[in-house]
């Protein structure tokens, strides 16, 4: 089977929700029924099951009925089956396993672009291991997508970047001021987001060489998705090294650099030093360091305690603490817990979260819960159902 393009993806969404939408008002249940994305919906990381979200009560009682059957017929027709997700939302996705993989990635595909900014680049790894792995996937950004991708693959190579504004630019991107290991170093970028079909050619080359001459910078480095004609890699290599080529291929191999050292041995040292600390008394910035807790459920209630690790103002990287249980009396199952400090488990949890400072409190948001500051006092938890 062919490999369905993000076109194609696109209209098979829209023809089962079109039908659906139809079956609904047939029905009369299409009264408070929203559509969504699963990111749309959860804010978070979509994973790989879900694809469309039908949100209404109305429905989901209505398929414990005998209009079940129809609207099975329905779904199937379109290669799709469903899962209630929670007593008022159901989740569709496609029942091929061949499409079932090609929907992920195009979900993914669509989350790691809303991420492209430095707060969520900063921490987020998976970004650059997405983009190490799919390197085509580099010519479905846009523009401005692209050049913040490299801006971000800059700073974490250990420039300062300037980013430009995108137009006006006189013809440079990025700014890179200098490095933390090789020193004031002035270097201009140019980025071009073009298709293969669009080589880039020896007078633009020429171009990013009369702006290193003109602003006194000391190199210049060109990124393309597209490819060079051999015109233009001969002029960049006649001046000096001054000038570095550079492709979609380099480009993933800079995000693979990037993923595997700042990836998971990295927190973990990270966690290690801050727990120390927390039971010392060490400060850290706001809010690295702080013990954060998300409730779950409402008849059975469960508890899960994070520490953050890193934070930026708009992300944060949680992870996860076991508990501490203090049973009410002889029954295990219900009682109080505290997070657990002196334990470090053998593979960590990380919690990729999203931040939101309120007036009054600061909360993340990661796995489908949202997470607040803990106050340091014991939290009930109830597992009977």
């Known amino acids: ?31 408070d029924v929203v559509f969504r994305t699963y990111i749309e919906h959860f804010n978070d990381d979509p994973g790989s099951i879900p694809l469309v979200m039908c949100i209404t009560d109305a429905v989901a009682d209505a398929l414990d009925s005998e209009l079940q059957t129809q609207f099975i017929d329905i779904i199937q027709s379109f290669g ?14 496609p029942d091929d396993e061949t ?45 401005r997508g692209f050049e913040e991708l490299v801006a971000s693959v800059f700073k974490n190579q250990g420039f300062r970047t300037e980013l430009g504004r995108g137009w006006a630019d006189q013809g440079i991107d990025i700014r890179l001021l200098g490095h933390s290991v090789h020193g004031e170093l002035s270097t201009l970028v140019q980025v071009k987001k073009y298709r293969k079909d669009r080589p880039i050619r020896l007078e633009s080359i020429a171009a990013l060489s009369g702006h290193l001459y003109d602003r006194g910078a000391d190199k210049g480095i060109f990124v393309t998705t597209s490819r060079y004609l051999p015109g233009a890699r001969r002029f960049a290599a006649r001046q000096e090294k001054s000038i570095v080529l550079a492709d979609s291929g380099n480009l993933a191999e800079w995000c693979d650099e990037i993923s595997k050292r700042i990836g998971g041995a990295s927190i973990e040292g990270e966690f290690r030093s801050i727990l120390s600390a927390i039971i010392r008394g060490t400060k850290f910035p706001f809010p690295v360091g702080q013990i954060v807790h998300a409730s779950i459920g409402v008849n059975c209630i469960m508890n899960r305690f994070a520490v953050v690790v890193r934070a930026t103002p708009r992300a944060a990287l949680l992870v996860e603490l076991p508990a501490i249980k203090t049973p009410a009396g002889e029954y295990f199952y219900i009682g109080s817990e505290v997070p657990d400090l002196t334990t470090v488990q053998s593979e960590l949890h990380v919690i990729k979260a999203k931040r939101t400072d309120d007036v009054n409190r600061i909360s993340f948001w990661g796995e489908r819960q949202r997470y607040t500051l803990w106050d340091g006092k014991p939290v009930w938890y109830d597992w009977n159902d």
């Open 1 to 31: 089977m062919a490999k369905l393009t993000d076109k194609q993806i696109e209209t098979k969404v829209k023809a089962l929700r079109l039908s659906v939408t139809q079956w609904l008002k047939q029905n009369e249940l299409d009264h």
């Open 80 to 93: 799709f089956w469903y899962e209630q997700e929670t007593a008022s939302v159901i989740s569709f996705f």
């Open 99 to 143: 499409e079932f993989e090609q929907f992920g990635d195009y979900l993914a595909f669509r989350y790691f672009m809303d991420l492209l900014a430095p707060d969520f680049t900063d921490i987020y790894t998976e970004i650059f291991h997405y983009f190490s792995r799919q390197p085509s996937r580099l010519e479905d950004l846009t523009w």
